[in-house]
């Protein structure tokens, strides 16, 4: 029998998607909605007050109902339907919160048509939707590898027109969410997590249903082959079949976006079978890497673009927003230059370091799950939890995600449902992570607009004074820890 809290809960969060639905029908991310407004010149149109408030009683409404069961809900089957519930009213909705789902098919139709889109943005190539992709993105190529692209022109070739190819491409977004919640109950008990947890936490956060369901985020798409290659790896460890196939999912999940590779060593360890040695590491991971390098080098081929993909990489940061933390750092550095009549351009130069700092970061976590796996062979296996192999190398991926986040030069809240997926799985305490996903869910409005555009400088001090915090915290814990160990 379910308690009346988790009742309340869940009625309180299908009236915040109701909500949420209404305020996309009211001034959601529709083809024909003005472009470069204000959240002011929101509030003065016709039905801004009405769109305005049933966006933040929605959201309100839907991270309280999340945030209240957060340490698991009532069964596993309660978690997945209500996060169906509340997926359904965002489902018949217009796209809410962004409008990168109209750049995703003026990306499919730029390639339908034979232009390259890595070569080229959508303005050039002409496509006919191009008064609805946001003007940051319109001179743009492609920043998404050769999967999503044939994925868009899918999208294109069966909608025909605007209205059909969005529908379609939902459709795709809504699969990648089925996918990834088809495979949360194997990887939950891999982990050894309660999967009523896990599933709440992965499904029913604002962050799916706004972004991923309504929004159609791609991101949808590489979760669920991202999830679907590291249950093939944990549950036939050690198999060349399974290893290869779980290998190319992985691959497929790269080519949708590239952030997925950052998991690859970790899946590596997660198929490791019998002893942790270099020689199990290299003949099992062997596998797993052919899988995804020929995933790769096949799906660049097919899609005739070759490697002009990863190029377009290098676009995804255009965008400078306080929501990265080197970016905010850098906005502080170069706010605190112009006080002295300097210009010391620190943006860049912060982001790089940054991405440096993620390079070894990722390798320490590696390092770091390598040897407690090693150390585990040591101890008998009466001993050991049970799934203690997969559960370290999960932990090991969510963290290296949340390292990508943190550290990588830009931030939409999209991108925090990568670590969410992970974090569901494998962390002890909810809270920490719980908490800024909720914070990311009011970052932007009903029509696309990011209110972090119009709070660039209190934004980047924030920012910066929040990471000063944590990093004191972080050196003082040690000392307290030492202090504690002489008493």
């Known amino acids: 029998m379910t308690a009346p809290g988790a009742a309340l809960s869940r009625y309180a969060g299908l009236l915040g998607a109701v909500l949420l639905a209404v305020a996309a029908h009211l001034g959601g991310a529709l083809p024909d909605a003005p472009l470069g407004v ?6 003065r149109a016709p039905d801004g007050p009405a769109t305005l408030t049933c966006w933040l009683v929605g959201t309100v409404l839907l991270v309280g109902a999340w945030w209240s069961l957060r340490d698991g809900a009532p069964s596993t089957r309660w978690a997945y339907v209500t996060a169906g519930l509340w997926a359904l009213p965002l ?40 008064d609805t992709v946001a003007p940051i993105w319109r001179d743009t190529p492609a920043p998404y590898g050769p999967v999503f692209v044939l994925l868009a022109a899918l999208a294109v070739g069966v909608g025909g027109g605007l209205t059909g190819t969005v529908v379609t491409l939902r459709v795709i977004a ?38 991923l369901v309504a929004g159609a985020h791609n991101d949808a798409v590489m979760l669920g082959l991202l999830l679907s290659g590291l249950l093939v790896a944990i549950r036939r460890p050690g198999r060349p079949a399974a290893l290869l196939l779980a290998g190319a999912l992985l691959g497929l999940a790269v080519t949708v976006k590239a952030t997925a590779v950052v998991v690859v060593p970790f899946a590596v360890l997660a198929g490791v079978r019998g002893r942790y040695t270099w020689r199990a590491l290299l003949r099992d991971g062997g596998w797993l890497a052919g899988g995804l390098v020929g995933a790769v080098l096949v799906t660049s081929a097919a899609s005739g673009l070759g490697f002009g993909w990863v190029g377009g990489l290098t676009h995804s940061g255009d965008s400078e927003q306080w929501t990265s933390p080197p970016t905010a750092v850098g906005f502080v550095v170069d706010y605190a230059g112009a006080l002295v009549g300097r210009d010391p351009q620190a943006v860049p130069v912060l982001r790089a370091v940054a991405l440096l700092l993620l390079a070894g970061v990722l390798a320490v976590l590696w390092w770091r799950a390598w040897r407690a796996l090693r150390g585990a062979d040591d101890v008998p296996r009466v001993a050991q939890v049970e799934g203690s192999g997969p559960g370290v190398a999960l932990r090991g991926a969510a963290l290296a995600l949340v390292a990508t986040v943190v550290l990588s030069p830009v931030f939409h809240p999209w991108y925090a449902t990568w670590p969410l997926a992970l974090l569901a799985l494998t962390a002890g305490r909810t809270t920490w992570f719980v ?21 660039k400088a209190p934004g980047g001090v924030a920012m910066t004074a929040l990471l000063l915090t944590a990093l004191a915290i972080t050196l003082q814990r040690p000392r307290e820890d030492r202090a504690r160990s002489r008493m």
């Open 38 to 43: 204000t959240p002011a010149s929101i509030w």
């Open 91 to 130: 489902l018949v909705a217009p796209p809410l919160g962004s409008r990168d789902v109209y750049s995703y098919a003026c990306q499919g139709w730029t390639y339908a048509h034979g232009v390259d889109p890595y070569a080229v943005g959508v303005a050039a190539a002409g496509c006919p939707w191009l």
């Open 174 to 211: 809504v699969a990648g969410v089925l996918l990834a919640a088809y495979c949360l109950p194997g990887l939950a008990r891999a982990a050894g997590v309660p999967v009523r947890r896990a599933a709440w936490l992965a499904l029913a956060g604002p962050l799916v249903g706004v972004h």
């Open 435 to 455: 908490l800024p996903a909720s914070a990311a869910a009011f970052l932007t409005l009903p029509d696309g607009t990011n209110l972090a555009r119009f709070t």
